[in-house]
Nanobody
Framework: QVQLVESGGGLVQPGGSLRLSCAAS????????MGWYRQAPGKERELVAA???????NYADSVKGRFTISRDNGKNTVYLQMNSLKPEDTAVYYC???????????WGQGTQVTVSS
């Protein structure tokens, strides 16, 4: 059973930084992509950033230049470094692992990020 556990969320002032982590466990994953999504109240879940098994990254336009996604394959962990945070970044952030061969996806439970003064 694949499990994803996120950590690192919290309350931060505008302009501040947070680093989210997501650790995967529960099996061998083969080649897989990992991504961060977020969902604000009353809005649909959206992709924030993703990283392929080969390290290719892509970002939502709203976070380019401020957020950085990275991964440690030895630890089956993905990170999201968030800098210059804005109130509109407030949301529940979810981690997702996608197996490249089957397309099967697994979600974490989410971690709250609140940007407020």
């Amino acid at each position: 059973q694949v499990q994803l556990v996120e950590s690192g969320g919290g309350l931060v002032q505008p302009g501040g930084s947070l680093r989210l982590s997501c650790a995967a466990s529960g099996g061998t994953f083969g080649s897989y992509a990992m991504g961060w999504y977020r969902q604000a109240p009353g809005k649909e879940r959206e992709l924030v950033a993703a990283i392929s098994s080969g390290g290719i990254t892509n970002y939502a336009d709203s976070v380019k230049g401020r957020f950085t996604i990275s991964r440690d394959n030895g630890k089956n962990t993905v990170y999201l470094q968030m800098n210059s945070l804005k109130p509109e970044d407030t949301a529940v952030y979810y981690c997702k692992l996608t197996r490249m061969v089957t397309g099967q996806g697994y979600w974490g439970q989410g971690t709250q990020v609140t940007v407020s003064s």
